[in-house]
């Protein structure tokens, strides 16, 4: 289970993220100091259950619930504050507990067994390595294709970071030397039904995101050492080799933005050096 918790004072984080530890020892926990921060987190990715103070600056605590809630709407919202007189209106947004400051262990704990969305009901974790070969993982284990075109369909989505891809699109990178037949655009189809067969017998709901002849990802389904190094979070950024998707040439696109960005990087890290803007 992913946890949020999102507070504007830093050691009431590190205070409720100790209790959340001793409670629930194998959740993941990330947090957020503000509003934008905390929406950046679940518009990137899919969280089980939101720690809310509602005494934020800017949008507080019940506006950034009712967000919340469009753009997760089976995240478990749990307020955290020191005035009751919020709990009748918390309430209306269905949350899934409310917790008065000081916060205890016992609170926490109740309200992690009470969740109106239990962590049982949501999705396989999936998560994408791109840095070397591409791969992707289900509950820990790798996934397995039938027909190795439905995996490079797979890894071509990925590659386009939940942009939509038209059939043409694909059509022009799965087969590049080959014309724009009838023929293709019907094995094109096939290959959609399949990735979408293999990803739903692995228990994965959602992550394709299908329109009148285009074809996408849902990127906040899935956690993906690209995408993590597109955020510049530190661990991705030292995992990154040179390498990605090397197994496709038309990943060459990618890669050589991934190295010049990398580059920056390295650049701006180092004592005494100054890594000009892109666009000097």
């Not at 109740?110 to 390595?129: C, G």
Request: overall charge neutral.
């Amino acid at each position: 289970m992913r946890i949020l918790v999102v507070d504007d004072g830093q050691l009431a984080i590190n205070s409720l993220i100790r209790i959340l530890c001793r409670v629930a020892p194998d959740c993941d926990y990330i947090s957020a100091m503000t509003t934008d921060d905390a929406l950046t987190w679940l518009r990137q990715s899919p969280v089980d259950a939101a720690f809310l103070n509602l005494e934020m600056p800017g949008m507080d605590g019940l506006g950034l619930a009712r967000t919340i809630r469009r753009i997760q709407p089976r995240c478990n919202l749990i307020p955290v504050t020191e005035h009751p007189e919020y709990a009748l209106e918390a309430l209306q947004i269905f949350v899934s507990g409310f917790l008065l400051k000081p916060v205890s262990e016992t609170a926490v704990r109740s309200a992690l067994e009470n969740l109106r969305y239990p962590a049982e009901d949501t999705p396989a974790v999936v998560k994408i390595q791109c840095f070397g070969n591409f791969e992707i993982f289900v509950g820990g284990r790798p996934l397995a294709f039938k027909r190795s075109k439905s995996k490079e369909l797979l890894a071509y989505l990925v590659d386009r970071n939940g942009a939509t891809c038209t059939n043409g699109e694909m059509l022009a990178v799965l087969w590049e030397d080959k014309p724009d037949t009838a023929s293709l655009h019907s094995h094109l189809r096939n290959l959609i039904f399949d990735l979408n067969h293999t990803l739903d017998d692995a228990g994965v709901r959602g992550l394709l995101v299908r329109g009148r002849n285009t074809l996408a990802i849902d990127t906040g389904r899935v956690e993906c050492d690209y995408y993590n190094f597109l955020r510049g979070e530190r661990m991705a950024l030292n995992a990154y080799r040179g390498e990605y998707m090397t197994q496709y040439s038309w990943a060459e696109v990618t890669r050589s933005a991934l190295r010049q960005q990398a580059e920056r990087v390295r650049r701006s890290t180092l004592p005494g050096c100054y890594a000009p803007p892109e666009n000097s």
